[in-house]
């Protein structure tokens, strides 16, 4: 088991995000940075920037007219929005080409942001935290997987494989056949790149939100998320939520399964904003 955890871990430590990601953080960690800094960071790299003004004009925001030049959006959005818009789009970046033969990468993109779609919204709903926050953690919440996939796919399939023959949460099959779950490795990867710490812990306890420590509220937004994701079309009778998760938020079951139906509106828009063409399509 522990020669999977170091397996894994090697993997993961050969995983870095991209060069125009590093030099925008480089920019917003001077206690002095300027706008104007931030644009153009931003605007060295072309695809990031394209990325940027497909999602900042996507249904996500919803701007009543078009945003045409980095500057703008920023100035618009504010630089810790802007920062989590180019986060998004450069782990996308990161696992481009990742070999499809063992992950359905379209699959797995369009459940992530489903997830970070519903994340937001019940974010919002709850009138108490950032939403923009909450939809990186929905997005980054089962990236752990991808580099699982990668050190060990045969132990991964073999997984998924139970989990669906005996009926049983993929989690707790991934604990006993590999010695460790995804949200495990998802929280190592973030901690790795020096992510904030309300996303590391949002990956690691959302599958037991009553686990979290400092941001109990924004671990049950994203297990909530995450429950609502894996429902099958719209048969949500059975989310198999923790109990603590809706007395947390103090969403209703009904609220919560309006705001995935919305989430689905928006999906498509925003999945081609933030991924390459040939995985979004």
Known sequence: MESNWEQIIATARLVSLPEAYLNLKQVLDQPDYSMAEVAIAINRDPALTARILRLVNSSYFGFSSRIDTVFRAVNMLGSQQV????????????FDGMDSAVINMAQFWRQ????ALISKNLAKACQSMQTDSLFVAGLLHNIGHLVMYQAIPGLCQQAMIQSQEQARPLYLVERELIGLDYARISCELMRQWHLPHMLRETGRFHLEPDRALEFPLQTCVVHIAARLTEA?????????????????????LEQC?????????????????????????
């Open 83 to 94: 920062y989590e818009l180019a986060l998004a789009t450069s782990v996308a970046q990161t």
């Open 112 to 115: 992530s942001v489903l997830c």
């Open 232 to 252: 099958e079309g719209n048969d949500m009778d059975d989310l198999r939520l923790n109990p603590a998760a809706l007395a947390v938020s103090g969403l209703s």
């Open 257 to 281: 399964k309006a705001i995935r139906r919305h989430a689905e509106l928006e999906v498509a828009q925003v999945l081609s904003a933030i991924l390459p063409a040939d995985i979004a399509c």
